[in-house]
C-alpha cells in the first residue's frame, strides 16, 4: 500500500472545466510538494505547503494542506489543454514518499 | 548549469548482467536520490544520500547498490539484473530533505529481458 494515496487515478474534463485532485494519508508530514511531470520528463515542482491549513495559490492552481498535515488537494479552475500531465503529490516523512499520481487529460 | 544529469537515456539488459546508471548534478546538491518508476506505483525511494560518503536504503532497496564518493556523482548499480527491474529510473537532487525543491533529472528507461 502507498504512504500517500492520490484519488482520482485518472481525469479527463473539457476545457473550462474546475477540477480537484486529492492526496490522501494516515501519516503526519512535516512538509507535502505537488509535483507535475509530462511524458519523458521528470518531475517539475509546482508547490510546497509546510503548515497545517495552509493555501496557496499559483495562478489557476490552489493548493491546500490538511489541519492535521495528513491530506492536501490542488484545485485547478478553469482547466486549459497545458494543464495536461500526472500530478504527484510528495510527502515528507524522515524521506520523501511519493502518491501514484493523478494522470489529467484537459481536452481542447 | 546543466542541472541533474543521467546517462544512459535508455538501455536494455539480459537477466542476470549488471551495469551502473550514472547521475550527477552541478547544483552543490548535498542530498540527492534514485527513484523507479512504475505504471500505477507513481515514484518509489530506492537510495538516498544525505551527503558524500553517507547513505541510506530507501523503499525498494533489493537489488541495487549506490555510493557516494563526490558531492557531484550518485551512480546506482543494478548487480544482476532482473525482469522485475524494468523501469524508469530518476535521479534527483535538492539542497535538503526538509520540504526543499527536489530536481529531476530526466530518466533512464531499462528494460531487462
Known amino acids: 500500500t502507498q504512504l500517500l494515496e492520490q484519488s482520482p487515478q485518472f481525469l479527463s474534463i473539457q476545457e473550462g472545466e474546475n477540477l480537484t485532485v486529492y492526496c490522501n494519508s494516515s501519516?503526519?508530514?512535516?512538509?507535502l510538494q505537488w509535483y507535475r511531470q509530462e511524458p519523458g520528463e521528470g518531475p517539475v515542482l509546482l508547490v510546497t505547503v509546510v503548515t497545517g491549513g495552509e493555501v496557496k495559490k499559483l495562478k489557476r492552481l490552489t493548493f491546500q494542506f490538511g489541519d492535521a498535515r495528513k491530506d492536501s488537494s490542488l484545485h485547478i479552475t478553469a482547466a486549459q489543454p497545458g494543464d495536461t500531465g500526472l500530478y504527484l503529490c510528495a510527502g515528507d516523512n524522515n524521506d520523501m514518499r511519493f502518491g501514484a499520481g493523478t494522470r489529467l487529460t484537459v481536452k481542447p | 548549469n546543466a542541472g541533474v544529469t543521467q546517462t544512459p537515456k535508455f538501455q536494455v539488459l539480459k537477466t542476470g548482467q549488471s551495469m551502473t546508471l550514472q547521475c550527477a548534478q552541478d547544483m552543490n546538491h548535498e542530498y540527492m536520490s534514485w527513484y523507479r518508476q512504475d505504471p500505477g506505483m507513481g515514484l518509489r525511494l530506492i537510495h538516498y544520500s544525505v551527503g558524500a560518503g553517507i547513505t541510506d536504503q530507501g523503499e525498494v532497496p533489493n537489488g541495487y547498490n549506490v555510493s557516494r564518493s563526490t558531492t557531484e556523482d550518485f551512480p546506482l548499480r543494478l548487480l544482476s539484473a532482473a525482469p522485475s527491474q524494468t523501469s524508469v529510473y530518476f535521479c534527483?537532487?535538492?539542497?535538503?530533505?526538509?520540504?526543499?525543491?527536489?530536481?529531476f533529472g530526466p530518466g533512464t528507461r531499462l528494460t531487462v529481458t
Open positions: 534527483a537532487s535538492s539542497y535538503s530533505t526538509r520540504g526543499y525543491e527536489q530536481y
Open positions: 501519516s503526519v508530514f512535516s512538509s
